[in-house]
């Protein structure tokens, strides 16, 4: 008896079944990453974002946001040199100029506003009548110690180099003696007594601990600074990416949100960063 047309039909079958179990598996893979948003946040965004994600899932069953935190131009790079299929969703930079960069180079496709920035000098509560600063000139005396951001990094660092660089201070820059990679880093070097004095976000220092400790002294003529959120262009989760997006940028729990980590939500009324 040839059993060779029964054997082939059996193999047939087999294949079919494979072929059919892998296309399944394939279309469950498919659907879970069509719910796993990834999103990269720049560090001084880090608090109201992460309230808002885990609201943004609570009403979405399945979905998941992974989240990846640092400085704004750090993560421009980082999203500049991934291959385009492993780049993430969502990308959140604490200055507007990162974003524009970003669009010019055709990595993002939406630019929306989220809240707004204020840079200004903080210092240790209990030294601030020692210190005794009162203007950015005050940061370039002889023996005083700064800390400042990586102008490639965080966006206070970028913003801080600007306004030095525009008021002539390159002495404050020769004080320096920490440069941060995100804006907690340098309020914690302040707060830990290993500098003086730093440029800082008016949001970071009304968090936490950074609230308790330090005390700021404003900046005449320091810009606001719009902190924006970008949808990656040609992501597949497009569609889940803009309900990201508007879920944090619009609606009472976004401003409740932003207010309480004290950001200011509102219009600014001074000029933007030069």
């Known amino acids: 008896m040839n059993r060779r047309p029964a054997i082939a039909r059996m ?6 079944t494979a072929g059919l179990l892998i296309g399944l598996a394939g279309c469950k893979d498919d659907k879970a990453d069509a719910n796993r948003l990834s999103v990269f946040c720049a560090a001084g965004i880090r608090l109201p974002i992460d309230q808002l994600k885990e609201e943004f899932i609570a009403d979405r069953p399945g979905v998941t946001v992974a989240m990846q935190f640092g400085g704004s131009g750090e993560l421009l790079s980082q999203l500049e040199l991934t291959p385009a299929d492993d780049r993430p969703d969502v990308y959140i930079a604490g200055e507007e100029s990162y974003a524009q960069d970003a669009q010019a180079k055709g990595l993002v496709d939406r ?5 707004y920035f204020v840079p200004v000098i903080a210092v240790a509560r209990d030294r601030a009548s020692e210190l005794n600063i009162r203007t950015l000139a005050d940061l370039a005396r002889p023996g005083l110690k700064v800390a400042l951001g990586e102008p490639r990094g965080p966006a206070v660092g970028k913003v801080s180099d600007r306004m ?3 008021a002539s201070l390159a002495a404050v820059c020769e004080n320096a003696v920490a440069h941060g990679s ?3 880093e340098m309020a914690r070097t302040v707060m830990l007594g290993h500098a003086d004095a730093t440029i800082i976000w008016d949001a970071t220092a009304r968090q936490g601990d950074f609230a308790k400790t330090l005390t700021t002294i404003a900046i005449p003529g320091a810009p606001t600074v719009r902190i924006v959120i970008c949808r990656v262009s040609d992501t597949p989760r497009a569609e889940l990416a803009d309900a990201f997006i508007d879920y944090v940028r ?3 729990s976004s401003r409740a949100a932003f ?3 004290g950001f200011t939500v509102a219009a600014p009324t001074t000029a933007p960063a030069p």
């Open 11 to 16: 193999i047939g079958h087999m294949a079919l």
């Open 111 to 115: 630019i929306e506003t989220l809240a």
């Open 164 to 166: 030095l660089r525009a």
């Open 182 to 184: 995100t804006v907690q």
């Open 250 to 252: 619009t609606g009472d």
């Open 259 to 261: 207010t309480k980590y």
